[in-house]
């Protein structure tokens, strides 16, 4: 646990998101955990007398958080109030999280959060075997008390980034860190995913995992004699724990996956989605429908009472132009620091988020948000201290 109250408010807030009784993993239930983390924030920078950093990512938000109140103008009176105080809460906690200095330890312990919040839903998925379509038995979910069920598609958003981060810690430790608890934590963490029946989020995971086995390629390189064995045994490494979770895989996943899994028709249904999506933007394009449920928007100009499906579409549809093009300036800034960093695992964090993404409707998801947190606090750290490299932060 990290000193900064804040953080720690955060990172609780991550580890009972099993609780958040949402299909979608919105904050819902944990809202007042957030809303207490950006209230401490705030008091710990005005009691402490913090320096204050306006980073052009802050800057972006902020005025992000002013097309979202302009956009609940636009759709008065029919705001969906769920949706404007979610996008208005997460952008004060972005805010408020990355406005002042960050520790390393405060980076460090909210990956921890957040690995620990994934392994709890694993768990839970992998012992309970909620079917989320009853009686399917290919897509595995969580259940809350009411019997609402997590959506498969987020669920797997959520736990692919801290897999990725999981996986760091195994293949490049920290001094301290037990290599065999991240072995158990990858395993979980990967089942987990695989069981969600999620497509995109195994591609997302893979790929993500393929990054940070660059950045493990490049570091061993330079610094170790014995590389050429130290590939060989990563390399068996990543083959038995991709043998063990193949290997328990149910059958009607693994057909999922590699058999029959684009041919369901699930793929055209999301395309129509898409353009339904589009068309409401080609209807709308500047302030967009506003602060409304996508389904209201989308159905008063197409018919089709559905969602977009896809969180870029969303944004556009309910921030217009202007409040789209600053979450495209956001996420472009974030990924192209840390490829001129060479960041690679970052990258591959970033290439999970925006992957996984494109299939779900995750504007105010917090596995959307928290993921943009974190590689801010990351990049804000490296750019104050140059010494310090990313091996130390994550």
Known sequence: MSKSLSNTLLGVALVIMFTSNDKYFLIANTYILFLLTIISAIVGILLKKKKVVFTYENIYMICILYFVLVSCLVAWPNVDRGYALSYILLCLLYISINIRFISAKEIYSLIS???ISAIIISLMILIFRVDYFGGGGYRYTIQFRDNMKIDPNYLAAYLSIPTI???????LPKRGENKFFYVF???????????????????????????????????????????????????????????????????????RFFVNSYVDGSNDSRIELWYNGLQTIKDHPLFGSGMMTLTDAISETTGHYATAHNTYISLWIQLGAGGFALFVL??????????QNRNFT??????????????IGAEVSISFWITIIIITMINNYLDRDKEKTLQELI
């Open 330 to 339: 956001l996420l472009g800034r974030l990924i192209i620091k840390n490829i």
């Open 346 to 359: 970052l990258v591959g964090v970033m290439f999970s988020l925006l992957f996984t993404s494109m299939i």
């Open 185 to 255: 934590c990858t395993i979980i963490l990967c089942s987990g995913v695989f069981l969600t029946g999620s497509r995109a989020a195994m591609i997302a995971t893979i790929v993500g995992c393929a990054f940070v086995y660059i950045d493990y390629l490049i570091i061993v390189r330079k610094k170790d004699r014995y590389f050429i064995l130290k590939i060989a045994f990563s390399v068996i490494l990543i083959f038995i724990i991709a043998n063990i979770i193949l290997y328990n895989l149910p059958d009607t996943i693994y057909q």
């Open 165 to 171: 981060f999981s996986l760091k810690r195994l293949i």
């Open 113 to 115: 959060y957040y690995i």
